[in-house]
């Protein structure tokens, strides 16, 4: 049987306060608020209770962010793909700012196993004077517990409309993609990190980010498969190809909180439920 979820968070400020709003239907909801860094930043940990998707199963996210909002949303584990008999498992995120709203989207990784065809989707839009900062982590298969990706396909989609998109899809049994120099080259990790504003960025402020950035990625271990560039003016992109999640993620923490210092002057303070 096929599971079909969606959710709806809406982030709003009362009295200088960010709060949080959902409405859900099926299995996918929010956990409890929490402040761990004071009232303007709204902590929120997204759930799906089945613990993955299998062919035929849907996830449709909905996220709004209003005036002068700042919600942060993470995951407690990875989005699971599992094997598909044939259908495709889908899970859709459309975001969108209003204001000067700001929005961090920090799930942990996807993982798409052998055999599974998935999809995962995410649409920006944002409002002139707001300011999205995210990260996507793809992993293919688990090779180091002996669970190769060798069969199947993983679709990621990532648009800023009119602004910015990436799209490609990873077919296991595409060996020149999978092993090749130009492709992954072995790897079976691939995640990026980006920053992306509703308005053209100044100049010194986007160099200072990518400045900011490849100090980071010179320091870390994965240097030689990783850089950062900005496609756009408007869009600040760190790539990284790594053999696991761990060091690859290890990675993007640091650059996240590299720019968070940059871009808003705030710490970075962990999720909760990144410790536990």
């Known amino acids: 049987m096929s599971w079909h979820a969606s959710l709806k968070l809406d982030y709003t400020v009362r009295t200088e306060r960010t709060v949080a709003h959902f409405l859900h239907d099926g299995p996918l909801r929010v956990l409890q608020s929490l402040y761990p860094e004071g009232d303007a930043v709204c902590h929120n940990v997204l759930v799906h209770p089945p613990g993955g998707l299998v062919g035929g199963d849907t996830l449709d996210i909905r996220i709004t962010a209003g005036e002068a909002s700042h919600g942060l949303i993470t995951t407690p584990g990875a989005t699971r793909f599992y094997r598909s008999n044939g259908e495709r498992a889908v ?152 053999p696991m999640v761990e060091p690859a993620m290890d990675l993007l923490r640091q650059v996240w909180g590299a720019w968070r210092q940059h871009f808003w002057q705030r710490s970075a303070i962990n999720p909760r439920i990144w410790s536990t």
Request: aromatic fraction near 6%; proline fraction near 5%.
């Open 91 to 242: 899970q859709r995120t459309h975001i969108t700012l209003t204001g000067q709203a700001r929005l961090e989207w920090l799930p942990l990784e996807a993982i798409c196993y052998n055999h599974g065809l998935a999809e995962n989707h995410l649409t920006l839009e944002l409002a002139p004077q707001a300011e999205f900062m995210g990260w996507d982590v793809t992993a293919l298969g688990l090779p180091h517990a002996s669970q190769p990706f060798e069969q199947g396909s993983f679709l990621q989609h990532i648009e800023v409309p009119g602004v910015w998109l990436e799209r490609g899809r990873i077919k296991a049994d595409d060996l020149r993609l999978m092993n090749g120099p130009l492709g992954l080259a072995g790897h079976r990790c691939l995640a990026s990190i980006f920053f992306v504003a509703g308005s053209k960025l100044e100049r010194g402020r986007r160099q200072r980010a990518l400045d900011a950035a490849r100090t980071v990625i010179d320091a870390h271990a994965l240097r030689a498969t990783a850089g950062a560039t900005s496609p756009d003016g408007q869009v600040i992109v760190v790539r990284v190809l790594a």
